[in-house]
């Protein structure tokens, strides 16, 4: 029953490991004055990751192409998020980016790129663009749905490891 119960506690702890939730400026959050480029240094993003964006009502956060990022245009973003408080699942590899809407903002430097890789079992990539300026892209390709990794196979070692301290317990 011992291996049981351990298999068991393994199973369920697994998963925590999969996504890594980032706030993105750190202590400092969305925000003026943020050097986001130092932020994004050394830090790799995964299908699946979290960029939790806390800020204050004269902000908001707007999901936007490379050329609306190079340029600043807040006219047509992909999605916006005003909650003070967004959660954005970074669901699909390939280059993302994120500006700040408020007149100006972006134009001082209140954006940034990432590049999302498909899995983090195996690569070590930089995701942050290789620039000297805020305004750079990624360069990678176009984005695509990311392919199924690890942590969902968890659900099925799950189920398996469920079935199989059952089937011990029963017998």
């Not at 305004?135 to 990794?149: D, E, L, R, V």
Request: with cysteine; proline share 7%; glycine share 8%.
């Amino acid at each position: 029953m011992d291996v049981a119960s351990g298999l068991l506690i393994l199973l369920l702890v697994a998963p925590a490991v999969c996504a890594v939730e980032y706030i993105v400026g750190g202590s400092q959050g969305w925000d003026l004055n943020v050097d986001y480029q130092t932020w994004l240094s050394g830090k790799t993003f995964y299908a699946g990751d979290i960029l939790l964006f806390q800020y204050g009502t004269t902000h908001s956060v707007d999901t936007v192409n490379s050329i609306d990022y190079d340029n600043c245009t807040t006219s047509s973003p992909l999605k916006s998020h005003k909650s003070g408080n967004d959660s954005i699942i970074l669901s699909s590899t390939g280059p993302m980016y994120f500006i700040c809407p408020t007149t100006y903002h972006c134009n001082e430097g209140m954006k940034f790129a990432v590049n999302v890789l498909a899995s983090n079992s195996t690569s070590a990539t930089p995701t942050t663009p290789p620039s000297s300026s805020p305004s750079s892209s990624p360069t990678t390709g176009s984005k695509s749905p990311a392919p199924p990794n690890l942590c969902n196979i968890n659900a099925l070692v799950l189920g398996l490891g469920i079935s199989l301290i059952y089937y011990t317990l029963m017998s």
